[in-house]
């Protein structure tokens, strides 16, 4: 089955930085890979998802990457601000077919973007 | 305005008593997704069902039971075989079923958190 690792360590930026957060995966390659924001206490929010033969995605602030040989996908927010700390999961098709639209999730990283 | 409706959202029970989380969803999907998440892990599947009256088990069924009587509906029972019971439950829905838009978002709900002592 896949594994999905995303740093559990928070992530500490300054306002106005870009964010760089990563997920790896370590079994085959998915035919997309999904990205969900999560608020303390809330559900995830849908961000962005890249297909396979895509290798950047991009919507506002936003840019997601997406490398097969590495076997990993690269999330960016540029002009970072305060409002943007959250909790980040990626999530991938849970089988090679992915049968019944079934994800896999990592255990997300914490962002704190300071003012 | 479409959304899905976790209720309630704080839940506390005594061990040894089941207890139901309630999931409703207007959005049309097929497809529903019961997940349980605890600090510092992934999101786990618990239940998913792609169409009404149908349901199957995920990763970490033992413990709960579902049913899916109504497309909007998607309720889940903790039980007492359940061990560890407490912990943030999150319900989803997506267009699906399988073989359709397969790569389409998980909308969640807020999710109830559960204590149980």
């Known amino acids: 089955s896949q594994k999905i690792e995303q740093n559990s360590e928070a992530l500490n930026i300054q306002e106005g930085k870009t964010a760089t957060l990563t997920c790896n995966y370590t079994?085959?390659?998915?035919?997309?890979l999904q990205w969900y924001r999560q608020d303390p206490g809330r559900g995830p929010v849908f961000l962005l998802l890249?297909?396979?033969?895509?290798k950047e995605k991009r919507k506002e602030r936003l840019k997601v990457t997406f490398d097969t040989t590495l076997k990993q996908s690269l999330f960016h927010i540029t002009a970072s601000q305060p409002a943007d700390s959250a909790t980040y999961l990626c999530?991938?098709?849970?089988?090679?077919?992915?049968?019944?639209?079934?994800?896999?999730f990592g255990g997300g990283t914490r962002l704190m973007v300071k003012p | 305005d479409g959304g899905i409706t976790q209720s309630p959202k704080y839940l506390f029970r005594k061990e040894g008593q089941n207890v139901t989380l309630s999931c409703e969803q207007n959005?049309?999907?097929?497809?529903m997704y019961w997940y349980r998440q605890d600090p510092g892990q992934g999101l786990r599947l618990i239940y998913y069902?792609?169409?009404?009256?149908?349901?199957q088990k995920g990763d970490i069924a033992e413990g709960y039971s579902v049913s899916r009587e109504k497309k909007e509906s998607f309720p889940l029972t903790v039980t007492s075989a359940q061990k560890n019971p407490t912990a943030f439950y999150l319900c989803?829905?997506?267009?699906?079923?399988?073989?359709?838009?397969?790569?389409?978002?998980?909308?969640f709900g807020n999710g109830t958190r559960l204590t149980v002592t």
């Open positions: 989803a829905s997506s267009i699906g079923p399988a073989g359709g838009l397969s790569n389409s978002p998980l909308h």
């Open positions: 079994n085959y390659s998915p035919a997309y």
């Open positions: 890249i297909r396979e033969n895509e």
């Open positions: 999530a991938l098709p849970a089988s090679l077919n992915n049968a019944g639209n079934m994800l896999t």
């Open positions: 959005l049309n999907h097929d497809a």
């Open positions: 069902s792609q169409i009404v009256n149908d349901f």
